[in-house]
């Protein structure tokens, strides 16, 4: 698996220069629930959200040598991340949540575009703009906060970053949250953030 196989790409709010229409804060989830998308190169992307607003990002893709896990916490913008390759094994990194993780709970405040439906549910399609490269993203969020597709600029190409195929809303079993018995943790250091996996080609 390429070192860029893997992150989430950071989604922080902004409104696109000479936008006329006005920003407004985005739907943020109302509910729990588990959703199974689509990613870049046939990846695989399930995620479920549960009690507190924690939330778990699993990340494969066919032919990697390995999977990614994130146990997020979203009130202390923290993450703990499984990553299951070999010689990793009973290991995982408590580091600062990485904006590309917010994709699931983008937050902040956007344009709102056009309506739209993913995997059978309403959405409506917000714009908002990474601000250190200016990158659009047009994110389609249900009306109570669930963000179902990412499409993004990749070298020039609208692409769309994930993208789910089913969705269903309810309680989630807590275990889901918690970091296994056995697994050995390692804070992470602020300069080694740029090693991290990415969902971008």
Do not use: H, K
């Given at each position: 698996?390429?070192?860029?196989?893997?992150?989430?790409?950071?989604?922080?709010?902004g409104v696109p220069?000479?936008?006329?229409?006005?920003?407004?804060?985005?739907?943020?989830?109302?509910?729990?629930?588990r959703l199974t998308?689509?990613?870049?190169e046939d990846g695989r992307m399930n995620v479920a959200r549960g009690e507190g607003g924690r939330m778990r990002v699993e990340l494969s893709r066919p032919g990697s040598f390995g999977s990614v896990t994130g146990l997020i916490d979203m009130p202390r913008?923290?993450?703990?991340?499984?990553?299951?390759?070999?010689?990793?094994?009973g290991r995982a990194i408590d580091m600062e949540l990485?904006?590309?993780?917010?994709?699931?709970?983008?937050?902040?405040?956007?344009?709102r575009m056009v309506s739209d439906s993913v995997a059978g549910e309403?959405?409506?399609?917000?714009?908002?703009?990474?601000r250190r490269t200016g990158t659009l993203i047009d994110s389609c969020i249900t009306a109570d906060g669930i963000t179902l597709r990412a499409v993004a600029d990749v070298n020039g190409t609208r692409t769309v970053v994930f993208e789910a195929l089913e969705l269903t809303r309810g309680a989630q079993d807590p275990a889901l949250f918690q970091l296994p018995g056995g697994v050995k943790v390692t804070r992470l250091p602020s300069m080694m953030k740029g090693l991290?996996?990415?969902?971008?080609?």
């Open positions: 698996m390429r070192a860029r196989d893997l992150a989430v790409l950071t989604l922080l709010a220069a000479g936008e006329a229409l006005a920003a407004e804060p985005l739907p943020r989830p109302q509910v729990d629930y998308a689509r990613t870049v913008n923290r993450m703990l991340m499984i990553v299951e390759f070999p010689g990793m094994e990485p904006g590309d993780f917010s994709m699931v709970d983008i937050g902040g405040e956007g344009v309403a959405c409506d399609v917000w714009r908002t703009q990474e991290l996996p990415s969902l971008l080609p």
